[in-house]
């Protein structure tokens, strides 16, 4: 059984950073995709990067890119989001995802899913 598990959430002021962890467990599979989508009130889950664990691509969504940083630690099983000069509109619930195929951003196309971990930027 896949499972996700997100940690590092928490408020920070604009302009500040952290870091989100996702360790993952019970995968057999040598290579997937991981996915940090984030909901925020009202919104539709989006995308905000991805990695491909086998040759180590990465994906970002525009809003994000030059900010956040998406890295694994095979050793660990454990996917990072290091997230820097935040703002109020990063403002969300931040989710680790999982799966095999499909578009990187796209919600519909992952069966394995965190709990979530919340993030508020505060101006």
């Known amino acids: 059984q896949v499972q996700l598990v997100e940690s590092g959430g928490g408020s920070v002021q604009a302009g500040g950073s952290l870091r989100l962890s996702c360790a993952a467990s019970?995968?057999?599979?040598?290579?997937?995709?991981m996915v940090w989508f984030r909901q925020a009130p009202g919104k539709e889950r989006e995308g905000v990067a991805a990695?491909?664990?086998?040759?180590?691509?990465?994906y970002y969504a525009d809003s994000v890119k030059g900010r956040f940083t998406i890295s694994q630690d095979n050793a660990k099983n454990t996917l990072y989001l290091q997230m820097n000069s935040l703002k109020p509109e990063d403002t969300a619930m931040y989710y680790c995802?999982?799966?095999?195929?499909?578009?990187?951003?796209?919600?519909?196309?992952?069966?394995?899913w965190g709990q979530g971990t919340q993030v508020t930027v505060s101006s």
């Open positions: 990695i491909y664990t086998g040759d180590s691509t990465t």
């Open positions: 019970g995968y057999t599979y040598s290579s997937y995709c």
């Open positions: 995802a999982a799966g095999f195929g499909g578009t990187w951003n796209s919600p519909a196309d992952f069966g394995y």
